[in-house]
């Protein structure tokens, strides 16, 4: 029983690259939620997704970041541009439908900019 | 912000019952008790969650008050593995994101 996919689990990037992270829910999951995590800081909210469809976005950053969760595929967060200040480990978790469903956590993806 | 106050940090002794303090004095009637925990370099680890009854599972126990103002999670036998940051998050059934506090450290002491 796969659990919370994100690959890949370290990436490394120079400033103004892109960056792409994947994440596949766990199975029978249509709900996809990404959180960033900065170096010694907690977890943020940053976007929830349905098959298709950006539900909340309102913890993503108003440029460079965008998501998506296509009908078939991996959800996937990317950011263009990258500074420095996007160095951190980003998590995906899934659930089935959100009410009172608990979300259930990848391992994440480390970003590191050089 | 963080709807709950835990303490910073805690220490157990391995093989004792850790109990993890939580206050939500201001939860609303629709809120569930959630919480989570993040082992070193992991991704959050879902461990249980309640509405108003004690709960309890395979990982540990979920105590909530009878005016729902403040809960305790017991990890009946602690392991050195239970090393972690521990979250507890107010939320209510309808809502999308989790809002994540400082949590609280627990070491576990060999």
């Known amino acids: 029983n796969a659990g919370v996919m994100q690959n890949p689990r370290h990436l490394v990037r120079r400033r103004g690259q892109e960056a792409r992270l994947r994440c596949s829910p766990m199975?029978?999951?249509?709900?996809v939620y990404w959180y960033r995590q900065l170096p010694e800081e907690g977890l943020k909210f940053m976007v929830y997704?349905?098959?298709?469809?950006?539900?909340?976005e309102s913890g993503m950053p108003k440029e460079r970041f965008s998501a998506e969760f296509p009908k078939e595929g991996p959800s996937i967060l990317r950011i263009q541009q990258v500074v420095r200040g996007d160095s951190a480990a980003y998590f995906c978790?899934?659930?089935?439908?959100?009410?009172?469903?608990?979300?259930?956590f990848g391992d994440g993806t480390r970003l590191s900019i050089l | 912000d963080a709807k709950t106050t835990q303490p910073p940090s805690m220490d157990c002794a391995e093989g004792r019952a850790a109990n993890l303090p939580c206050n939500h004095s201001?939860?609303?009637?629709?809120?569930?008790v959630y919480w989570y925990r993040q082992i070193h370099s992991q991704g959050p680890q879902y461990i249980i969650h309640?509405?108003?009854n004690n709960e309890t599972n395979e990982m540990a126990s979920l105590i909530i008050t009878e005016d729902r103002k403040s809960s305790t999670l017991i990890l009946p036998h602690a392991t050195l593995r239970d090393t972690a940051v521990y979250y507890c998050?107010?939320?209510?059934?309808?809502?999308?994101?989790?809002?994540f506090g400082k949590g609280t450290r627990l070491h576990i002491l060999p």
């Open positions: 978790a899934s659930s089935r439908a959100p009410e009172n469903q608990p979300q259930h």
């Open positions: 199975k029978g999951h249509s709900h």
């Open positions: 997704l349905q098959k298709e469809n950006i539900i909340d």
């Open positions: 201001t939860i609303s009637g629709n809120e569930y």
């Open positions: 309640g509405l108003k």
């Open positions: 998050i107010v939320r209510a059934g309808w809502d999308d994101k989790i809002i």
